[in-house]
Nanobody
Framework: QVQLVESGGGSVQAGGSLRLSCAAS????????LGWFRQAPGKEREGVAS???????SYADSVKGRFTISKDNAKNTLYLQMNSLKPEDTAMYYC??????????????????WGQGTQVTVSS
C-alpha cells in the first residue's frame, strides 16, 4: 500500500525558512519521480519542484533560487527546503510520486500517488 506522509509545515514570518519532509512507503522510492505541489484557497494545485529518479530537478519559476528539493533514497524521504518565504507561498503543500513524462515533471496530472498535505502559512 502506497503511503506518502508530509510533515514540517507551520507558520512563519516573511523571509523565514521551513523544511518539509515526505516519508514514503509501499513502492520503490528510487525508481519514480517525486514532486512537491501546493494549493492555495481558490486556486488550482500547482507544481513547485520535482526530482526525477535520475536526480534531475525542476522548479517553478516562482520558487527558483529560494526552494530546494532533495531526497534520501536510504530513508525513503523527500524534502523541500524553503528559504526567503513570501506571503504568496502560503498554501497546503503536497508530495506526490509517479512516472511523469520528461517534459511534464511539474504537471499534477502526471502523478499517481499523493500525500494528505501539510499547511504552510507565511505572514507579512
Amino acid at each position: 500500500q502506497v503511503q506518502l506522509v508530509e510533515s514540517g509545515g507551520g507558520s512563519v514570518q516573511a523571509g523565514g525558512s521551513l523544511r518539509l519532509s515526505c516519508a514514503a512507503s509501499g513502492f520503490t522510492f528510487s525508481s519514480v519521480a517525486l514532486g512537491w505541489f501546493r494549493q492555495a484557497p481558490g486556486k488550482e494545485r500547482e507544481g513547485v519542484a520535482s526530482v526525477h529518479s535520475a536526480g534531475t530537478t525542476s522548479y517553478a519559476d516562482s520558487v527558483k533560487g529560494r526552494f530546494t528539493i532533495s531526497k534520501d533514497n536510504a530513508k525513503n524521504t523527500l524534502y523541500l527546503q524553503m528559504n526567503s518565504l513570501k506571503p504568496e507561498d502560503t498554501a497546503m503543500y503536497y508530495c506526490a510520486a509517479g512516472l511523469p513524462r520528461w517534459s511534464l515533471l511539474l504537471s499534477r496530472n502526471e502523478y499517481n500517488y499523493w500525500g494528505q498535505g501539510t499547511q504552510v502559512t507565511v505572514s507579512s
